[in-house]
């Protein structure tokens, strides 16, 4: 039940109207209050008595000894005889608790029903010796002025010679409490990047790291949020990179508005130094440690880089080109129109602007201070505080560009198609994405204020060109395309520099045509980000999903999901994204086969398949059903790939093939999502209408249908390609398929079909 005075909970920088709580307790002058007084009398009064002896003793034996007979204390038998350790039952009951997100009263409920029904020697300071072991700081702050309180705890006053502040909760005479008042958790990256090498067996020389931090709102009545701090390990392999097990959580900030960076930095940029310098030793091998990137949207950045925000003068990290404020609607905008280059920032520009602001207590070129990060070693913030795809392409300029067309505002405009919305959406309704995109198209008219990021990268990339289809006036649509096709381009698989250089050329195109036909007060600083610089930080950093938010958004949704609490939760949150990451280590050490695919199952997202039969080229799901005698050719057809004169021919709709879920047309729930056009080792594009089992030669085959290229669906698009459905009908091994593709038939007159990107990362289709 919830509490009648939440904030009663939260530390003194969360209260405002109300006075101290229960300040009776420091100041022994005070009086207590009555109803307080009658509560703890009537507690008292129907205290319940202690149980004989007997009783308690008998119970203890019964819930937590086990027998003579058996196995040893720590550990109990299966039905089959297999031996389960009380580690491995204390990692598969955190694994649930961690899955069902349990409060610690539904945690401890839950083990005592356990030890109660089945005799499990489960105790719960078993499983929180389990969670301990998840090391968590705290680090205490002034929060009249922000400065470090020193690691001694006995340490009362603020250091800083001008500040009155206190470490703890209550007046001076009552410090000796120790009671937490302002502070953040963190935890060493030293031991998680260990950890991590280990258990992904990564062997390198050095590694370097991305960071990304960002506001999450924590409760809607007050403005209270939590800043995380994330890192991960680009060498990784892309397909292991942004799983939560290999994610580092550095720290987490709790409080109104946003965190003094220098302040909650500044133990992070120790600990970077340490690792550049000194190293980690792996197996009698030092690897050094190097922070190359960091990614945020334009809010954080402004803060992290101690700037002015992005919509004031000199708002570009990059670049010293100043804006121009421009008039838009009944107010005015700060616009970056296209101009010749302006000169580019360095590392010593920046901090002599920095210099000269303090000097004169205004800021010098859009610099205000000097931010945190160049506290970092061999860190440069030019080249690594990268403009974020997420937010600036996506959640940005598609935005802008939905919103300018459809917008009532836009009413009159050459570019307004407000009027056609109905079918638009209609087209979009129509599209069957893969099961690559776990979101479904919805309505831009119902729902375009609702959509998430990913959502408006399907649009971009796959969706509107087809859905505007003869309804965005040409030019507009050739300005959509040069920002479709760049993008596309700097989200590939191996990026060469011939590659970027036209992606590089699209972006500009689109930049300045965007300026002409839209006009230059729409003209923001993603628009500049787009036509400038991000095509010279794929140069530097790769493809844009390797240094997008799309991951740290998700850790981000994980860590409310995990919030209990009205207080400052920021150490519970901390402990538990470590507990969780330790787990994955810890469920794949499981003994026992049913209770390790339990305590996998329970740390998996989604659906897991289960595997029917696995055949030679390929694993079959589902049920198997009997071919129709009429299909003579699909049996003269197997028999000419076998090179058999028998064959024993079973039906199937699903199997799984290079870690990808193919179906064919005729299963019956795959009813919204496509997931049986695919391309072949040739080149050639085919419908599946069933798979085929042929048990004499274990493997599996695909009655398929052509689908014929008829050209690119726009000039200025490499990706999206027409095709038309065939009549030839013909049977294909499955080891010929290379990949699913998105097939897009959302415009009846305009079926067209694409490849992704990547496959490996799930900002591409999540």
């Known amino acids: 039940m919830r509490s009648k005075h939440p904030s009663a909970d939260m530390p003194d920088d969360l209260l405002t109207d109300r006075g101290s709580y229960k300040a009776y307790e420091f100041d022994t002058s005070l009086p207590v209050p009555k109803r307080t007084k009658i509560r703890h009398q009537s507690r008292a009064d129907h205290k319940p008595r202690d149980p004989p002896v007997e009783t308690v003793t ?78 968590v700081e705290t680090i205490d702050y002034c929060e009249l002025c922000s400065c470090l309180f020193p690691e001694d705890k006995d340490i009362f006053h603020c250091v800083s010679p001008i500040c009155s502040g206190l ?73 292991e990179r942004f799983l939560m097990k290999n994610v580092i959580v550095w720290g987490i900030w709790q409080g109104r508005g946003k ?206 060109v087809p859905c505007l289809q003869g309804i965005l006036p040409p030019q507009y649509m050739e300005n959509l395309c040069y920002l479709v096709e760049g993008v596309f381009k700097l989200l590939g698989e191996n990026l060469e520099n011939e590659v970027i250089d036209e992606a590089e050329l699209s972006l500009t195109k689109f930049q300045i045509t965007f300026e002409n036909m839209y006009g230059v007060e729409h003209c923001g600083l993603n628009i500049h980000n787009i036509g400038f610089h991000i095509a010279n930080y794929a140069r530097l950093h790769g493809p844009l999903w390797g240094w997008s938010c799309f991951s740290f958004e998700d850790m981000n949704g994980t860590l409310l999901k995990s919030a209990h609490g009205t207080g400052n939760v920021c150490r519970q949150l901390l402990q538990t994204m470590l507990v969780q990451k330790k787990l ?8 026992d086969d049913n209770l390790r695919d339990f305590a996998l199952d329970m740390l998996t997202t989604g659906r897991r398949t289960k595997t029917k039969k696995e055949c030679e080229n390929c694993s079959l799901l589902g049920k198997m059903h009997p071919v129709d005698v009429q299909n003579l050719q699909v049996e003269q057809e197997v028999k000419q790939y076998t090179g058999k004169d028998v064959c024993s021919l079973q039906k199937v709709h699903r199997i799984k093939l290079k870690g990808q879920l193919i179906s064919s047309k005729n299963y019956k729930r795959m009813q919204k999502r496509n997931c049986h056009t695919v391309l072949l080792d040739n080149g050639c594009i085919k419908s599946i209408e069933f798979f085929v089992y042929d048990a004499v030669s274990n493997k599996c085959f695909a009655l398929t249908q052509d689908l014929k290229v008829t050209g690119l669906l726009h000039n200025s698009l490499t990706h999206l390609i027409k095709v038309e459905h065939g009549r030839k009908n013909e049977i294909v091994p499955v080891n010929a398929f290379v990949e699913k593709v998105i097939c897009l038939e959302g415009f009846k007159d305009c079926v067209c079909m694409a490849r992704l990107p990547t496959f490996y990362n799930h900002c591409v289709y999540m």
């Open 58 to 135: 008998q119970q203890s034996e019964d819930l937590y000894e086990p027998s003579n007979e058996g196995p040893e204390s720590n550990s109990s038998l299966t039905t089959d005889g297999t031996i389960i350790s009380s580690q491995d039952k204390c990692s598969a009951v955190l694994t649930y608790i961690s899955k069902m997100r349990l409060t610690g009263t539904a945690s401890d409920q839950l083990i005592r029903l356990l030890n109660i029904c089945g005799s499990v020697d489960l105790s719960k300071e078993d499983v929180k010796q389990t969670v301990n072991d998840a090391h």
């Open 167 to 239: 470490r703890f909760l209550g007046p001076a005479e009552h410090q000796h409490l120790k009671r937490s008042k302002s502070y953040f958790a963190t935890s060493s990256i030293h031991s998680q990047i260990l950890d991590i090498m280990e258990r992904n067996k990564l062997v390198n020389n050095g590694i370097t790291l991305t960071m990304n931090t960002d506001g999450v709102p924590l409760y809607h009545s007050l403005a209270v949020s939590l800043w995380p701090v994330f890192l991960v390990l680009n060498e990784l392999r892309p397909s």
């Open 259 to 464: 965190p003094v960076f220098r302040t909650f930095l500044k133990p992070l940029t120790t600990e970077l130094n340490s690792l550049h310098h000194n190293g980690i030793m792996l197996d009698g091998k030092r690897v050094d440690v190097t922070l190359t990137c960091v990614t945020m949207d334009l809010q954080a950045k402004s803060q992290v880089m101690e700037m002015v925000p992005h919509n004031g003068q000199c708002s570009c990290v990059t670049c010293e080109i100043e804006g121009v404020v421009e008039k838009k609607g009944k107010g005015h905008t700060k616009a970056f129109p296209v101009s010749d280059p302006c000169p580019l920032r360095t590392s010593c520009s920046i901090l002599k602007n920095a210099e000269e602001a303090i000097l004169t207590g205004k800021a010098q070129k859009g610099i205000k201070d000097v931010s945190v990060l160049f506290d970092v070693d061999h860190f440069n913030p030019v080249h690594g505080v990268v403009p974020d795809y997420m937010h600036g392409v996506l959640l940005g300029t598609t935005r802008k560009l939905l919103t300018l067309w459809t917008g009532k505002t836009s009413k009159g405009q050459p570019y307004y198609i407000g009027g056609q919305v109905k079918e638009v959406d209609r087209r979009l309704s129509d599209m069957r994405p893969t099961d690559n995109m776990s979101r479904l198209p919805r309505s831009i008219n119902d729902h375009l204020s609702h959509w998430k990021a990913s959502e408006f990268q399907h649009w971009l990339l796959f969706y509107s």
């Open 584 to 591: 994955h280590g810890e469920a794949a050490a499981i003994q």
